[in-house]
Nanobody, 116 residues
């Protein structure tokens, strides 16, 4: 089974930027779709962004215009570029991959903290 490992989280001031990476142990082309989700303390996990095999993307309303999801097939890596970060973006960010007919694959998560 392909495993996913996130990195790139950390602390950043409001208005700052971070780029998250999600490296797959196999070919990311194996996934029909991949995405980023986040979970803040006391809240449910929510969709941040996803990208499907034809390259189409979809974003959560709260991050539209600020975050960009993209992938590098040659590096088997999914990215999330986060700009204009806000306090409310603080959460643990998880990478997800979906193969047809299989349960979703999740990474272990990487924390993002937006603070002064």
């Amino acid at each position: 089974q392909v495993q996913l490992v996130e990195s790139g989280g950390g602390s950043v001031q409001p208005g700052g930027s971070l780029r998250l990476s999600c490296v797959a142990s196999g070919r990311i082309e194996s996934f029909y779709g991949m995405g980023w989700y986040r979970q803040a303390p006391g809240k449910q996990r929510e969709l941040v962004a996803l990208i499907i095999s034809d390259g189409k993307t979809r974003y959560g309303d709260s991050v539209k215009g600020r975050f960009t999801i993209f992938r590098d097939v040659a590096k088997n890596t999914l990215y999330l570029q986060m700009n204009s970060l806000k306090f409310e973006d603080t959460a643990v960010y998880y990478c997800n991959g979906v193969m047809v007919g299989a349960d979703p694959t999740w990474g272990q998560g990487t924390p993002v903290t937006v603070m002064v």
